[in-house]
């Protein structure tokens, strides 16, 4: 089992409807969580972090934590065309490492 | 502005020959990462180093080597390079281990 594991997609959604993307992690000690947008052909950068229960909102993203589930989603409302990108989950599970899920492509058609 | 930069930006070599990609951040960040994207595995942690003279293995550290003399500096190097580490690498910082990371602009890297 990998330690974070997303849906590949791709996740294909109108324009202006909510994209719903999930994550789960193996290790229950793991302590924060992170989305990172990935344009093609550039870096990661952050959208959202999220350290504890419960939902985090900031403009159109809301990030969604469950502990007790190892599970972890954000949903972009109002999605646009320039949310079309890779979303990569990532997570660190105790000591210094942070482990990446392997992204999920999401298309907004417009 | 803040960032981090790689240098060089693309590389080709040969099976073998010595290599290394520089990375820099001028954000006074402790911790400093090195990743590879290939696709369908996401970025895999290579190295990382919570500050100057403190470095340890990611989950494929093997054929690299890191150093962090300096806590601006963390060079990725690639002794003996094999076709196996042709890859997208990308060198990240965050002030603690729990923060947000900076990436830089990525390494394409091929060995042929």
């Known amino acids: 089992q990998k330690e974070v594991e997303q849906n590949s997609g791709p996740l294909s959604v109108p324009e202006g409807a909510i994209a719903s993307l999930n994550c789960t992690y193996s290790d229950r000690g793991s302590q924060s969580f992170f989305w990172y947008r990935q344009y093609s052909g550039k870096s990661p950068e952050l959208i959202m972090f999220i350290y504890s229960n419960g939902d985090k909102e900031d403009g159109r993203f809301t990030a969604q934590l469950n502990k007790a589930s190892q599970y972890v989603s954000l949903l972009i409302r109002d999605s646009q065309p320039s949310d079309s990108a890779t979303y990569l989950c990532a997570v660190t599970p105790g000591g210094f490492k942070t482990i990446f899920g392997a992204g999920t492509r999401l298309f907004v058609k417009a | 502005e803040a960032q981090v930069t790689q240098n060089p930006r693309y590389l080709i070599t040969v099976t073998g020959k010595k290599l290394t990609v520089t990375c820099s951040q001028n954000?006074?960040?402790?911790?400093m990462s090195w990743y590879r994207q290939d696709p369908g595995l996401g970025l895999r942690q290579i190295y990382y180093s919570m500050n100057v003279e403190v470095t340890d293995k990611g989950d494929v550290p093997e054929g690299y080597k890191v150093s962090r003399k300096e806590k601006r500096n963390f060079p990725l190097i690639l002794e003996s390079p094999s076709p196996n580490q042709t890859s997208l690498y990308f060198c990240?910082?965050?002030?603690?281990?729990?923060?947000?990371?900076?990436f830089g602009p990525g390494t394409r890297l091929t060995v042929l």
């Open positions: 990240a910082s965050s002030l603690e281990p729990y923060n947000e990371q900076f």
């Open positions: 954000m006074n960040h402790e911790y």
